[in-house]
């Protein structure tokens, strides 16, 4: 785990060392072009109160459109672990919604959106145990992404993460 003391605010940020990472295909731009969110858990102790976040790095690979329009239907979430629902509602687009001064998590590319959902113990639980992890947008135009191949690293991070957490 990766623990930080934010010298601006002076919480305690824990958080999970590799985020997990989400794609859609995007063919009707381009031929390989792809829509990606990067999940990664982070709690947050502000003097002995536990708050618990999902990050989501927002990004694609043609950075062709403008920012606001790859955010568009973000402001509201569903996390499906093996099937089930979890309906999440943004807390805010920018680090000092959890009180960190900058973000915690590299942000996947220069224009990629970051976004901040607030969790419980046992959502983050019930995620990091599932067999089967997607998420999907909302509004009008919701967008579906599945986990990218080959997320063993990050999906142990996620599981290492929730029992480092769990008192």
Do not use: C
């Amino acid at each position: 785990m990766q623990e930080t003391l934010d010298p601006n605010t002076g919480v305690t940020i824990t958080h999970a060392p590799s985020p997990l990472v989400f794609y859609r295909e995007s063919s009707q731009r381009a031929a390989y072009a792809r829509d990606f969110v990067n999940l990664g858990p982070i709690q947050v102790n502000r003097m002995g109160q536990y708050q618990h976040f999902l990050w989501l790095g927002i990004w694609n690979t043609m950075q062709d459109r403008p920012l606001s329009d790859e955010i568009n239907g973000f402001e509201s979430i569903i996390v499906f672990a093996d099937g089930e629902p979890l309906q999440l509602t943004i807390a805010g687009w920018t680090p000092d919604v959890i009180g960190a001064s900058e973000s915690v998590y590299v942000k996947p590319a220069g224009s990629a959106a970051e976004a901040y959902y607030i969790v419980t113990i046992d959502q983050l639980r019930f995620i990091s145990e599932a067999d089967d992890v997607r998420l999907r947008t909302s509004g009008p135009r919701a967008r579906s992404y599945e986990v990218w191949e080959g997320q063993g690293s990050a999906r142990g991070s996620l599981k290492a993460f929730v029992q480092h957490v769990s008192y």
